[in-house]
C-alpha cells in the first residue's frame, strides 16, 4: 500500500503546501506521473470531466467542518478534505476543474447528492447503515456523538432533567432521531423542537425558548468558541448518547468515484495530511481568533492508522 501509494503522497505533498487548486503546469505534471492508478471515465467523473467543474455542497454553521467565513466563503476541515478530493479528480479526468458550491442544510443535503445537484457533501455526516442504503460515504473523518448544550445557569446537567423540557434539535439529524427514542424509551416526554440549521437551533437555547440544544458534542464546542463570552455562558453537558462517525457523501453505486475517494483517503492518511488538517482546525485558532483545544480521540487515530497501512491487490 505505502510503496503504491508513495507518488500519489508525493503530488499531495507538492500540491497541498502550494495550494490545492493547482495550476495547469503542476497539474499536467503530476498527470505524467501516473501518481494514481488508471481510473475509468464513468458516472460522476464523465460528468465532471465534461462540464469541467465538481459541485461541492457546504454547511454554513457547522464549525469548524463546514461554515462560512466572513467574506461569506465556505471554509473548515470538511472543505479542506473535499478540496484534496478535487484535486485527486482534476488528475484523474487530466483537466483543472472550477468549484461550484451549493449551499445545503440537514434537511436538503441527501437530495442533493442523490439528484445530482452536488457531487460530493463536505459537512459533519454521519456514516450509518441506514443512510448507506442511498448514499455512499468517504472512509471516517471524525468520530462525534450526541450531547446536550445548556447555559451554565441551568440546572440541567445530563438527559434525565429534561423531562417535559423543550430540546432544540436541527431537523433531518442523526440527533432529532436520537432524541425521540430516547424520549420514548425512558418516557422523558421531551418537548422536541426541529430548526432548519444548527445556528437556529443554537439560538433556541440562546434565546431561552428551549432548555438545551442537542447534536454532536464537536459542533456544540464550535458554537461556544465561536460565541463571544460563549465558555462563561455554555456548557456541554451529559454522557453521549449516540456514536457518529463523519464521512464526506457522494453518490451511490458510483464504483469508479468511490474508488478514487477511498484511494485518495488512504494516500491523505498515509502523508499524514489529515492529521495536519485536523490540527489547523481543532487545535489552532479558528479565523474568528477562537480555539476549540479539541486533541483528536483515540478512535479517529485507530481509524487514520488503519486507513494508512490499508494494502491494495
Not at 126 to 137: D, G, H, L, P
Not at 185 to 191: A, E, F, V, W, Y
Not at 242 to 271: C, H, I, N, W
Request: positive net charge; glycine residues 6%.
Amino acid at each position: 500500500m505505502r510503496a503504491a501509494l508513495a507518488p500519489l503522497q508525493k503530488a499531495w505533498q507538492q500540491a497541498l503546501r502550494g495550494g490545492l487548486l493547482c495550476t495547469m503546469l503542476p497539474l499536467a505534471a503530476m498527470a505524467q506521473s501516473n501518481a494514481m492508478a488508471p481510473v475509468a471515465l464513468t458516472g460522476t467523473l464523465a460528468q465532471i470531466h465534461q462540464k469541467g467543474e465538481v459541485a461541492l455542497a457546504y454547511r454554513e454553521s457547522s464549525v469548524p467542518f463546514s461554515y462560512l467565513d466572513a467574506r461569506g466563503k465556505p471554509i473548515g476541515y470538511s472543505i479542506e478534505l473535499c478540496k484534496a478530493i478535487v484535486h485527486a479528480m482534476e488528475v484523474a479526468v487530466h483537466k483543472p476543474l472550477s468549484i461550484r458550491w451549493v449551499p445545503v442544510t440537514s434537511a436538503t443535503r441527501f437530495a442533493a447528492i442523490t439528484s445530482g445537484q452536488a457531487d460530493l457533501e463536505c459537512g459533519s455526516t454521519t456514516s450509518n447503515k441506514e443512510r448507506q442504503q442511498t448514499v455512499a460515504f468517504s472512509p471516517t473523518f471524525f468520530v462525534s456523538g450526541t450531547k446536550l448544550l445548556v447555559k451554565k445557569s441551568s440546572a440541567v446537567r445530563d438527559y434525565t432533567a429534561l423531562a417535559g423540557k423543550k430540546v432544540a434539535v436541527t431537523s433531518g439529524t442523526t440527533n432529532e432521531k436520537t432524541l425521540r427514542e430516547l424520549s420514548e424509551r425512558l418516557q422523558l416526554n421531551l418537548q422536541i423542537t426541529p430548526m432548519r440549521d444548527h445556528a437556529e437551533s443554537f439560538a433556541q437555547v440562546a434565546s431561552g425558548a428551549a432548555e438545551a440544544f442537542a447534536t454532536d458534542d464537536v459542533l456544540l464546542y464550535g458554537f461556544i468558541a465561536q460565541t463571544p463570552a460563549g465558555r462563561e455562558q455554555y456548557a456541554v453537558v451529559g454522557d453521549f448518547l449516540s456514536y457518529d462517525p463523519y464521512g464526506l457523501m457522494f453518490r451511490k453505486d458510483d464504483p469508479a468515484l468511490a474508488k478514487l475517494v477511498t484511494e485518495s483517503f488512504q494516500a491523505l492518511a498515509a502523508d499524514g495530511e489529515i492529521e495536519r488538517q485536523y490540527r489547523r482546525w481543532f487545535l489552532r485558532k479558528l479565523p474568528s481568533g477562537q480555539t476549540l483545544n479539541l486533541p483528536m480521540s483515540p478512535q479517529l487515530q485507530i481509524i487514520l492508522e488503519s486507513l494508512a497501512a490499508t494494502q491494495t491487490e
